[in-house]
Structures are given as C-alpha cells and as structure tokens.
C-alpha cells in the first residue's frame, strides 16, 4: 500500500492543474504492472477524442481515430449503456469480439494483450476512460478487485479537479436515459470522523462528491452562509483548514482499510 502514498498526494495537489490527468494516471498505476497507457474521451453522440498516452503508437492513435475506434468495445458500451466504473476488457470481449477488428486487428498491431479501463463521468454524455495495457500477460482478478476498491478516490478526485477549474470548464453531470449507470458518490465509513454529527457527515459526503457550496445549500435547503458555518466547525473538529486536507484524510482511511 505504501507504494501509493506519493501519487496520491500528488494527485491531490494537481487537481485544477494541467498536471490532473498525469498525475491521476500516476496514482491508477502506481501498484498495477502495465506496460501503456492511453486515455480517451468518449461521448454518445460524437466520435471518441483521444487525451494523451504513455509508450503507445502516434501511428496508432491515428489509425485509432481513422478508423478502429467504430470497432472499439469500450466506446461501444458507452454508446449503449453508459456504465462508469472498473471495465476489464474480458467483461466486453465474447468471441465475435475477440474475432473482430479491434482485438484481432487494432489490439494485435499494438502488441497489447489485456486492457482496463477506469471509466469517469466527464460531464454531459461524455465519460473519460483511462486504460492501462498490458503486452504479455492479462490482468488478474486481483488487480481488477483492488481497482474497484480504490475507484471512489479516482472518481472524488476527478470531480475535485473539474471542481477546482470551476464552472466554465465544469463538464460533470451524471449520466442519464435508459440503461445509465448512476454515478457512484464516496460513501464515508462508520469508522472515518465520528466526532461529527449526522447533519455534519451529510455534508461531507456531497462535499467528497465534488458539489460546490450553493449546490450543497439547495440540497440540503439551508442557506450558504449556515453551509459556510458547517464547514468551519468541520474543519475545526479534524484539525484542518482545507478541502484538499479533507479529502486527503477520506484517501488514507480508504487505503489503511
């Protein structure tokens, strides 16, 4: 577990940076064996956009988006039920699909054996995935297990980052229509916090899910002055005096656990 420690802080420092993706890239890898990356954003309605990559192809990203991605299954998932979360290549691959263009042609040219993608909302109908590849060896059950464990500290540090950029760049709503997936907020153990009250762990929680102040008023119909005033006396309780301090504490309890 210690091998996270310096990525996760990292991430946390980079949100509302240019640094974000790198950085949560970073933290997603830090204990899984890969070999590449890349990251993609995908939209129902528009053709995918391809973000960045790490010891991947320019030739291949461009072949990718010339023509392999109409054949991509997680593109095609997205399409059809926008499910957000931990997708193994394995989940999505039946035997038309390991017969077809993107395992037996896109896959195979890049030498890439296994994949998995962490699927975030990114506002409106658009997710980003972010896959880690593998050229030898498929990923273990295990490491699928310890993604899915860690997968509320990616999506709360996705939604602080687009957060902290603010509401021209925000891009995030949940998914919606038949077959979405709701986005999944981090849930606060029984054990994390509990110097504070119901009303005050309420509060938290919508602040880990990445809800600004007024948004947190208008749930919880009270006024932003008194929300403002919860904070404080949060804050005041843990021995912090920043958001950031905040979700660093929800990090560690997750990784101790």
């Known amino acids: 577990m210690g091998t996270i420690w310096a990525p996760l802080a990292k991430a946390i420092a980079a949100t509302g940076t240019d640094r974000h993706v790198d950085c949560l890239i970073d933290l997603i890898g830090a ?11 995908y939209s129902t309605t528009q053709t995918p956009e391809f973000i960045k990559h790490r010891r991947f192809s320019d030739e291949m990203v461009r072949r990718y988006l010339d023509n392999y991605y109409v054949f991509d299954p997680f ?4 399409r059809r039920e926008r499910r957000l979360g931990i997708m193994p290549l394995k989940r999505l691959a039946n035997d038309e699909a390991k017969r077809g263009q993107y395992i037996a042609g896109f896959l195979a040219q890049s030498e890439i054996c296994d994949e998995v993608g962490i699927m975030l909302a990114d506002g409106g109908d658009w997710c980003l995935g972010i896959f880690l590849d593998r050229s030898t060896t498929p990923f273990k059950d295990s490491e699928i297990a310890l993604l899915d464990e860690r997968l509320p500290v990616f999506e709360a540090l996705h939604a602080l980052d687009i957060k902290a950029r603010g509401t021209e760049f925000s891009r995030t709503s949940a998914p919606t229509g038949p077959g979405a997936s709701p986005r999944r907020e981090p849930t606060i153990p029984a054990s994390l916090w509990p110097e504070l009250s119901l009303r005050e762990r309420e509060l938290v929680q919508l602040i880990l899910a990445g809800h600004p102040t007024a948004n947190i008023a208008e ?9 403002k005033n ?7 309780k843990l021995d912090i005096t920043t958001e950031r301090e905040l979700f660093l504490q929800f990090f560690q309890h997750r990784v101790d656990r």
Do not use: F, N
Request: glycine residues 4%; aromatic residues 10%.
């Open 230 to 236: 919860h904070r404080r006396r949060i804050y005041e």
């Open 219 to 227: 749930r919880l119909v009270i006024t932003v002055g008194t929300v």
């Open 31 to 41: 204990d899984i064996e890969h070999d590449l990356v890349t990251v993609t954003r």
């Open 75 to 78: 593109y095609a998932s997205w």
